[in-house]
């Protein structure tokens, strides 16, 4: 096993994953989110369709690494029947996405392929 270094994490990504029966709650998280976390996250794009190697619509958040556990802390309580996919950022997305993986709610299949995996 390599000993890699967690200061090669830049920052993280939270996935919020939804489908047309949970376009509103993820709409009401969204709105969540902004109000508690807006000026610490920045919040993407609300896709409609998947988007890169995400099977699901999502929209993303990019957390800075110090606020990643105060983030990922409340989106664990509050997340209701959505489910999140989080990753790292470092030099080396396929493994980010594949191997350095969290989930919050259930788990989905991504298309790696996307990330030349």
Same mark, same amino acid.
């Given at each position: 096993?390599?000993?890699?270094?967690?200061?090669?994490?830049?920052?993280?990504?939270?996935?919020?994953?939804?489908?047309?029966?949970?376009?509103?709650?993820?709409?009401?998280?969204?709105?969540?989110?902004? &109000?508690?976390?807006?000026?610490?996250?920045?919040?993407? %794009?609300?896709?409609? %369709?998947?988007?890169?190697? @995400?099977?699901?619509?999502?929209?993303?958040?990019?957390?800075?690494?110090? %606020?990643?556990? &105060?983030?990922?802390?409340?989106?664990?309580?509050? @997340?209701?029947?959505?489910?999140?996919?989080?990753?790292?950022?470092?030099?080396? &997305?396929?493994?980010? @996405?594949?191997?350095?993986?969290?989930?919050?709610? @259930?788990?989905?299949?991504?298309?790696?392929?996307?990330?030349?995996?």
């Amino acid at each position: 096993m390599n000993d890699l270094d967690p200061a090669d994490i830049a920052s993280w990504h939270a996935h919020i994953y939804f489908d047309p029966a949970t376009r509103d709650a993820a709409w009401t998280l969204r709105e969540a989110i902004e &109000a508690r976390f807006g000026d610490i996250v920045q919040i993407g %794009r609300f896709h409609e %369709r998947p988007v890169g190697p @995400h099977p699901m619509w999502s929209y993303q958040l990019a957390i800075p690494r110090e %606020r990643f556990v &105060a983030v990922v802390e409340w989106l664990t309580l509050n @997340h209701g029947s959505l489910d999140v996919f989080m990753h790292p950022n470092t030099s080396d &997305a396929l493994r980010d @996405h594949r191997d350095a993986a969290l989930w919050i709610g @259930h788990s989905h299949t991504l298309d790696l392929g996307a990330l030349g995996g």
